[in-house]
């Protein structure tokens, strides 16, 4: 049973538009989404986070918006660079039981020159 | 570079070998996780240690076992290997033991390739 649930493995887009990576999550007790940037061969990389008392955080470029209601994130990307061409993968954790991440499978994006 | 490190960074190994995979945290970091990413699978959350002690136990087989040493650095022993425990393996650190705001940061990984 996927808690957390990226439904798209891909995305291409334009650079200088928008990107938007969507996740979504059934586990209410859910209090802290964060998402993190992966490139091959490395580790996953901390790109933004926010807790449940949100409903926007802001960092540069990077903007998560949080929909506790519909159980939803996203992350946006603005204006979206070749660089950040990498697999993103959005993750929760539920800080009253302990602080162990849940992954999504994670979206590929691909920004185009 | 997140500050965490993970040795080796490949191996490669015979079924019904036992390995051994190596993480230290981020300077002063107390928890660390160890996380399987499988190729049709996301990260998967396997153990987490906290000064030393286990914390939270996810989806670890019985064959693998951990520990975190005084120095807080930590172990992952994978022991009778399978074809299908080849995966990366990713180690993460963070501050405290848990609470609201607890940020993960990730080391590179080691790749294992059982044959």
């Known amino acids: 049973d996927q808690q957390v649930k990226q439904n798209s493995p891909s995305l291409s887009v334009q650079e200088g538009r928008i990107s938007i990576l969507n996740c979504d999550y059934t586990?209410?007790?859910?209090?802290?989404f964060l998402w993190y940037k992966k490139y091959p061969a490395e580790g996953p990389t901390f790109l933004i986070s926010i807790s449940s008392i949100k409903d926007k955080n802001e960092d540069g470029r990077f903007t998560v918006f949080l929909n506790k209601s519909a159980k939803h994130l996203s992350l946006h990307i603005v204006p979206s660079q070749p660089g950040d061409s990498a697999v993103y993968f959005c993750a929760a954790s539920d800080s009253g039981a302990n602080s162990k991440l849940t992954f999504g499978k994670g979206i590929t994006l691909s920004v185009r020159p | 570079d997140s500050g965490v490190t993970q040795t080796p960074k490949h191996l490669i190994t015979a079924t019904g070998q036992r390995v051994t995979l190596r993480c230290s945290p981020r300077s002063g970091d107390l928890s660390v996780y160890w996380y399987q990413q499988s190729l049709d699978q996301g990260l998967q959350f396997l153990i987490q240690?906290?000064?030393?002690?286990?914390?939270a136990k996810g989806n670890i087989l019985e064959r693998f076992s951990a520990q975190q040493f005084p120095d807080l650095h930590s172990e992952l022993n994978l022991s009778s290997l399978e074809l299908g425990d080849s995966a990366l393996y990713f180690c993460a650190s963070s501050g405290g033991l848990a609470g609201v705001g607890e940020t993960q940061y990730f080391g590179p990984g080691t790749r294992l390739l059982v044959l």
């Open positions: 586990n209410s007790m859910f209090d802290y």
């Open positions: 240690y906290y000064n030393g002690e286990e914390r």
